[in-house]
Nanobody, 121 residues
C-alpha cells in the first residue's frame, strides 16, 4: 500500500500565495518522479509541475515563473510554492508519484486524493 497525502490548499485572493505539500508513505522502494497536476471544473487534468529524483523540473506553460516545485527526497515529500495566484488557477490539485514498491515491480503512477485551491476576491 502506498499513500500520497496532500495539504496546504485553501481560499486565497488574487495575487496571493500558497504552499502545497505532499508526503508519500507505505511500501515504497524508489520514487523516480513526483509532481502536481490540477483539474478545474469541466476541464481535463493537466500537468502543473514535476521533479525527478535527480532534481530536473518540468512546468506547465501556464504556471512558469509563478510556481516552484521542490522535493525532499529523504522524506518522500514534494512541495509546490504557488505565487501570484490568478482566478484561473482555481482547481483541485493532485499529487502524483511514479514509483516502484519493490526491486522486481514495474514503476507505476500513484495519486493523492486532491486538495482544493480557490482563488477569489
Amino acid at each position: 500500500q502506498v499513500q500520497l497525502v496532500e495539504s496546504g490548499g485553501g481560499l486565497v485572493q488574487p495575487g496571493g500565495s500558497l504552499r502545497l505539500s505532499c508526503a508519500a508513505s507505505g511500501s515504497i522502494f524508489t520514487i523516480s518522479t513526483m509532481g502536481w497536476y490540477r483539474q478545474a471544473p469541466g476541464k481535463q487534468r493537466e500537468l502543473v509541475a514535476s521533479i525527478t529524483s535527480g532534481g530536473s523540473t518540468n512546468y506547465g506553460d501556464s504556471v512558469k515563473g509563478r510556481f516552484t516545485i521542490s522535493r525532499a527526497s529523504a522524506q518522500n515529500t514534494v512541495y509546490l510554492q504557488i505565487n501570484s495566484l490568478k482566478p484561473e488557477d482555481t482547481a483541485v490539485y493532485y499529487c502524483n508519484a511514479v514509483l516502484r514498491t519493490s526491486q522486481v515491480t514495474a514503476r507505476r503512477d500513484y495519486w493523492g486524493q486532491g486538495t482544493q485551491v480557490t482563488v477569489s476576491s
